[in-house]
Nanobody
Framework: QVQLVESGGGLVQTGGSLRVSCAASERAFKYYAMDWIRQAPGKEREFVAG????????SYADSVKGRFTISRDNAKKAVYLQMNSLKPEDTAVYYCASVSPGTKMDASKLAEYDYWGQGTQVTVSS
């Protein structure tokens, strides 16, 4: 069974922190680079952060650089997004996704993805 399951979303005040997690089946995780993508109400999905299979290469959207940190634990088949100094404009559904092999990491746009999770809601109150 191929699956990605996000968790850890919730309601937080401006300036607060939250960590969202993505638990993956082996087929959706092994050897894949992983991205976090978000979609705010009425907006298109946007790239947030990405990490290579080894974890040695990471990439961030300008809007979250310096505030968010992506990491992964390959033994646990999990990827994480630590979000600090949250702002109301960070409110969105956050998805993890498996980046299709051969896709070049590019923080300015979404990649091609083989698998998606169902998303977890993050709401930042002002």
């Amino acid at each position: 069974q191929v699956q990605l399951v996000e968790s850890g979303g919730g309601l937080v005040q401006t300036g607060g922190s939250l960590r969202v997690s993505c638990a993956a089946s082996e087929r959706a995780f092994k050897y894949y680079a992983m991205d976090w993508i978000r979609q705010a109400p009425g907006k298109e999905r946007e790239f947030v952060a990405g990490i290579s299979w080894s974890g040695s290469i990471t990439s961030y959207a300008d809007s979250v650089k310096g505030r968010f940190t992506i990491s992964r634990d390959n033994a646990k088949k999990a990827v994480y997004l630590q979000m600090n100094s949250l702002k109301p404009e960070d409110t969105a559904v956050y998805y993890c996704a498996s980046v299709s092999p051969g896709t070049k990491m590019d923080a300015s746009k979404l990649a091609e993805y083989d698998y998606w999770g169902q998303g977890t809601q993050v709401t930042v109150s002002s």
